[in-house]
């Protein structure tokens, strides 16, 4: 096996050379360019597509330092709770190190089939909370506490640590031509956070002269951090984060019992964990921050897919928010724009057949209950009766 991504960047991440390294050669994916996808979006887009990773996310990457510093710490359990690519990978790297049973917290009906299948298979003790991503995190940190059990959500700082590998790879690819635009779907802000961390240490290190800018973009139904930042002007402030305001606008999401709700579940999150780090890389990365509809994710996605690669619907939410950014010319037409594909067409089937589906009962029950009304981008089936001139008839007809 080639040498793990953490192992390499060593010199950049807290790995003691006495550690052991629990991989399974996740974080060498490609960087494509998408010129395609460019001409709809408006600049020279790239796509990482970090749905290549063993299973099917960026979340490989912090996972394996993250259980590498639990069999450090001889753990012999780990837990997180999770969207869904959280726990398919912890219950993956739990399973091959032998050494520690996984434990997830999951919201009730909240995660796609696709990760719930790979958590299920690969072994690990699969909770379900009646509550939400929301419910589930908060009491993950309680239970962690409690049974003493190692938390490995994106707090744990080993996590956020591995992600930093993203951006070394991105730069690598582009022979450390820095892009002008770095564009990641934001849920917990994990990767935001990570992101804003690995440039700021490159740029003291003297690898890079400039840091990218930055694009953060939320679901529309799962919005805090856009609410936060663009509206309630909430700023890192040299680390003095007007924290009354962020309590003030949870308080405001309970009174008026308002729970996130997108498509996009990998990213239906309203109370990020991460969002005083990530407030940080914005400020490091001269960040901007946009929200996407469910419409507008549906619709990149079945672009992004149409160009070849695929994504789940959260991770679309870059190209969106891409393209919303050039329409508002804050993004140029000549700069350099990556993408991040956080997780793997195939997480989330459900999403992609209703959009693509000419059954208009199906696209109401999965989409139209979002808000979705169109699919402009669909490749629908054709129906044919099982005769073989019907059959050519068709392919003559739509081929
Ligand atoms: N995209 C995908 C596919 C994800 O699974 C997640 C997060 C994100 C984007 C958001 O990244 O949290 O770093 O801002 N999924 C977590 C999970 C929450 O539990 O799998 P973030």
Request: proline content about 9%; cysteine-free; aromatic content about 4%.
């Given at each position: 096996m080639p040498q793990p991504l953490i192992e390499r960047y060593r010199d950049s991440?807290?790995?003691?050379?006495?550690d052991p390294v629990i991989s399974?050669?996740?974080?060498?994916t490609p960087l494509v360019e998408a010129p395609r996808l460019s001409e709809r979006v408006g600049a020279r887009v790239w796509l990482?597509?970090?749905?290549?990773n063993p299973t099917g996310s960026f979340k490989d990457r912090g996972m394996t330092l993250a259980i590498s510093k639990a069999a450090e710490r001889g753990a012999t359990a780990v837990i997180c709770a999770s969207t869904g690519n959280t726990s398919a990978s912890l219950a993956l790297y739990c399973s091959v190190s032998k050494l520690m049973r996984g434990i997830i917290f999951i919201g009730s009906g909240k995660i796609s089939y696709g990760k719930l299948s790979q958590a299920l298979d690969y072994g690990a003790l699969t909770v379900q909370i009646a509550g939400d991503f929301d419910d589930a995190m908060a009491r993950v940190q309680e239970v962690s506490k409690n049974l003493g059990i190692y938390l490995v959500n994106s707090v744990n700082p080993f996590r956020l640590e591995g992600q930093k590998t993203i951006m070394f790879r991105v730069l690598e690819a582009l022979r450390?031509?820095?892009?002008d635009w770095i564009v990641v779907p934001g849920g917990n802000l994990g990767n935001s956070s990570a992101f804003g961390k690995a440039f700021y240490e490159l740029k003291q290190l003297g690898l890079i002269d400039r840091l990218p800018r930055l694009a953060v973009i939320n679901a529309a139904g799962a919005n805090t951090l856009n609410e936060l930042y663009?509206?309630?002007?909430?700023?890192?402030n040299a680390g003095a984060v007007d924290l009354a305001s962020v309590g003030g606008y949870y308080h405001e999401l309970d009174a008026r019992h308002k729970r996130a709700s997108t498509?996009?579940?990998?990213?239906?999150?309203?109370?990020?964990?991460n969002l005083t780090k990530c407030l940080r890389a914005l400020e490091w990365c001269d960040g901007v921050v946009r929200e996407a509809t469910d419409q507008e994710i549906l619709d990149a996605k079945a672009q992004v897919g149409a160009g070849g690669l695929g994504c789940e619907p959260a991770s679309a939410a870059s190209v969106a928010g891409a393209k919303k950014l050039v329409a508002e010319g804050?993004?140029?037409?000549?700069e350099r724009v990556v993408c991040i594909?956080?997780?793997?067409?195939?997480?989330?089937?459900t999403a992609t057949v209703a959009y693509h589906t000419t059954d208009q009962d199906k696209f109401n029950e999965v989409l139209g209950s979002r808000?979705?009304?169109?699919?402009?981008f669909a490749n629908r089936a054709v129906a044919v009766p099982n005769e073989l001139n019907e059959i050519v008839k068709a392919i003559q007809l739509y081929g």
């Open positions: 991440l807290p790995l003691e050379p006495d399974l050669n996740e974080g060498s990482k597509v970090e749905g290549a450390w031509q820095v892009p663009n509206r309630r002007k909430v700023r890192w498509i996009a579940s990998a990213i239906e999150i309203n109370r990020p964990v804050v993004i140029g037409k000549d594909l956080t997780g793997h067409q195939l997480k989330d089937p808000g979705v009304k169109r699919a402009a």
